[in-house]
């Protein structure tokens, strides 16, 4: 329990907050394409690193990922909070020939399981307030469609009573 809440709060206050929404998604959402039996799922560039590991922990190239690699250097090293996330998950930052690495280490396999959890559940809440936000945009603009609908047929209506009232007068007009 202990270690969900920790992880709870490295998610919300500290990734998702301090970072532009865009960007916070995008270090948990979307990166890396995963092909598992012939179909393609996309993982969340943490939970990447964290479902590799859990899918086939004997795999060493799962082990550990270069902070300079592009792809990791901007989804999970330059968002503040990511980092750090991955070093609770059990990455540690090593140099091996002068390069560094994030290294997991196998007696973190529990908080790597924790931390993927909270990441799959915070990602789930993410998603259905982009849901519920893009329904209530979608409806605002509906809204907005039907108002301005509804003033273009009133300005037609008008338009159709004050050319009848003009043909009544000019009618009236010839008659006298």
Same mark, same amino acid.
């Given at each position: %329990?202990?270690?969900?809440?920790?992880?709870?709060?490295?998610?919300?206050?500290?990734?998702?907050?301090?970072n532009?929404?865009?960007?916070?998604m995008?270090?948990?959402?979307?990166?890396?394409?995963?092909v598992?039996?012939?179909v393609?799922?996309y993982?969340?560039?943490?939970?990447?690193?964290?479902?590799?590991?859990?899918?086939?922990?004997?795999?060493p190239?799962?082990?550990?990922?270069?902070?300079?690699?592009?792809?990791?250097?901007r989804?999970?090293?330059?968002?503040?909070?990511?980092?750090e %996330?991955?070093?609770?998950?059990?990455?540690?930052?090593?140099?091996?020939?002068?390069?560094? %690495?994030?290294k997991?280490?196998?007696?973190?396999?529990?908080?790597?399981?924790?931390?993927?959890?909270?990441?799959?559940?915070?990602?789930?809440?993410?998603?259905?307030?982009?849901?519920?936000l893009?329904?209530?945009?979608?409806?605002?603009?509906?809204?907005?469609?039907?108002?301005?609908?509804?003033?273009?047929?009133?300005?037609m209506?008008?338009?159709?009573?004050?050319?009848?009232?003009?043909?009544?007068?000019k009618?009236?007009?010839?008659?006298?």
């Amino acid at each position: %329990y202990e270690k969900r809440m920790e992880f709870r709060r490295m998610v919300d206050p500290g990734i998702l907050r301090p970072n532009r929404r865009e960007v916070a998604m995008k270090s948990l959402r979307v990166s890396f394409p995963i092909v598992s039996s012939s179909v393609h799922h996309y993982w969340p560039t943490l939970s990447t690193l964290a479902q590799n590991l859990l899918r086939e922990p004997s795999n060493p190239k799962f082990h550990s990922f270069k902070p300079t690699n592009s792809v990791i250097k901007r989804d999970l090293v330059d968002p503040k909070g990511t980092l750090e %996330y991955a070093v609770a998950m059990g990455f540690h930052p090593e140099v091996d020939n002068f390069q560094p %690495y994030y290294k997991f280490h196998e007696r973190h396999m529990t908080d790597l399981r924790v931390g993927s959890a909270v990441l799959l559940e915070a990602l789930e809440v993410q998603e259905a307030q982009d849901r519920r936000l893009e329904a209530g945009l979608k409806a605002k603009k509906d809204e907005e469609a039907a108002r301005v609908e509804l003033a273009k047929k009133q300005f037609m209506d008008d338009r159709k009573s004050k050319a009848m009232r003009d043909e009544r007068e000019k009618a009236r007009a010839q008659a006298q």
